[in-house]
């Protein structure tokens, strides 16, 4: 099962990958976090996007690109994986579709968290005082709202014409939030079932 979480930073899609990864075994693969990782531990990719991340500008394609693809090679058997914060541009959601094809799989669902930027913007005040993170800063993250709603909401209409998207609110609290994803899985699972089931098994009630 491979899921996109897909929201506005913020949104709350850290927190559902994480969920999802104790309750379902599935694999976080946040850009951000490998991204911060790379900036902490000062390597050649950190130090060249540090700058870019804590301006709130997107790093290049090319890179997350590389990120995704390698995390795919070191995690074959995976039972899944959940894409948070990745895809955020077009050209990145057509390098993934590329490379989970290549592998004999593809996104079976996009998760939208719905939130009202004024939310938002209020969470982020919040964050930025108990985190100190730079691009939760108010400018650095009107920049991050701005590049979202210009570069990656125009994947809404990509995965909504591949018939993939789901909407949910994103302002409900964790559980409720927590609730809505699971049932969007499940049903996707039973669908799924039902689709690979021989017709015959599924004619005569058999499992
Ligand atoms: P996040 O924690 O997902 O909000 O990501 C933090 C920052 O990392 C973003 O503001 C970007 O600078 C960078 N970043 C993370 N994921 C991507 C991505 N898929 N494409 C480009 N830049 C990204």
């Not at 959940?82 to 057509?94: H, K, L, N, S, Y």
């Amino acid at each position: 099962m491979n899921i996109v979480l897909f929201g506005p930073p913020a949104a709350g899609k850290g927190t559902q990958a994480k969920l999802l990864t104790t309750e379902r075994g599935y694999i976080q693969l946040s850009t951000g976090d490998m991204l911060r990782a790379a900036k902490t531990s000062g390597s050649e990719l950190g130090n060249k996007v540090a700058g870019i991340m804590d301006r709130g500008d997107l790093v290049s394609d090319e890179i997350v690109i590389a990120l995704i693809e390698e995390q795919l090679e070191n995690n074959k058997g995976a039972a899944g994986f959940i894409f948070d914060g990745f895809p955020r541009t077009v050209a990145q959601a057509e390098a993934l579709d590329k490379s989970l094809q290549t592998r004999g799989t593809s996104v079976d669902c996009v998760i939208r968290l719905c939130v009202d930027d004024k939310v938002l913007l209020g969470r982020i005040e919040n964050r930025f005082k108990e985190e100190g993170r730079k691009d939760d800063n108010p400018e650095a993250f009107k920049i991050r709202l701005g590049n979202y709603n210009e570069q990656t909401a125009p994947l809404l209409p990509f995965y909504a014409a591949q018939g993939k998207l789901s909407e949910i609110d994103g302002l409900a609290d964790i559980d409720t939030v927590s609730t809505s994803v699971a049932k969007i899985l499940d049903m996707h699972n039973t669908g799924r079932s039902l689709r690979t089931k021989p017709f015959w098994k599924r004619i005569l009630g058999l499992k």
